[in-house]
């Protein structure tokens, strides 16, 4: 029961360029999603955030869109940098507290490559 | 300031032997999760802690457990290894126990090889 799903394995861009990654999930009670970089021997760093009462939140170079019906996030890296070449992870926790409150449900995770 | 660490960083074990493995996490954080990541997948939840006492657990079967210590540490022990349990396990810490509370810091795991 894949709850978050990032469909695509790897995405190669050209340096200066815009990387746009995405992720779907399938459960509504869902409400906060996060995008974690990791790179290769380390472990994931938190990298943007976002509400489900929002549809946008921009930090820097890194934008997160979230479309609740259509129950899809993406992720926008704009200019990209061969530095940003990694691993992404979306993730999403289900607010309301109980057991579940501070667990997270990661997907798959996408490559990401720069070229220069 | 340290981050999150964890030890050993690699381990073998064989089939049906025991492991523990250790997190400290950041000074002033109170909260600690563990996670396990198989090769291609994400980081699957198992257990997070907060204040020394379970506050949440993943679908893992009870050969899987942990503590929190006083000084906020953790350990993660499984039982009866299985060659499926080889993975990466990821420990994180936070603030808050909520996961909107603030992110998760996470260290860069304990690689576990089972043959």
């Known amino acids: 029961d894949q709850q978050v799903k990032q469909n695509s394995p790897s995405l190669s861009v050209q340096e200066g360029r815009i990387s746009i990654l995405n992720c779907d999930y399938t459960n509504s009670m869902f409400d906060y999603f996060l995008w974690y970089k990791k790179y290769p021997a380390e472990g994931p760093t938190f990298l943007i955030s976002i509400s489900s009462i929002k549809d946008k939140n921009e930090d820097g170079r890194f934008t997160v869109f979230l479309n609740k019906s259509a129950k899809h996030l993406s992720l926008h890296i704009v200019p990209s940098q061969p530095g940003d070449s990694a691993v992404y992870f979306c993730?999403?926790?289900?607010?309301?507290?109980?057991?579940?409150?501070?667990?997270?449900?990661f997907g798959q995770g996408t490559i990401l490559t720069v070229h220069p | 300031d340290a981050g999150v660490t964890q030890s050993p960083t690699h381990l073998i074990k064989t089939r049906g032997q025991h492991v523990t493995l250790r997190c400290s996490p950041i000074s002033g954080h109170k909260s600690v999760s563990w996670y396990q990541q198989v090769l291609g997948q994400g980081p699957q939840f198992i257990f997070q802690?907060?204040?020394?006492?379970?506050?949440g657990r993943g679908n893992f079967p009870d050969r899987f457990s942990a503590r929190q210590f006083p000084n906020y540490s953790s350990e993660l022990n499984v039982n009866a290894l299985l060659l499926g349990d080889s993975a990466l396990y990821l420990c994180?810490?936070?603030?808050?126990?909520?996961?909107?509370?603030?992110?998760?810091?996470f260290g860069e795991g304990s690689r576990l090889t089972v043959l």
């Open positions: 994180a810490s936070s603030l808050g126990w909520a996961a909107n509370t603030g992110e998760l810091f």
């Open positions: 993730a999403a926790s289900a607010g309301g507290g109980g057991t579940s409150y501070g667990k997270l449900t």
């Open positions: 802690y907060y204040e020394k006492e379970e506050r």
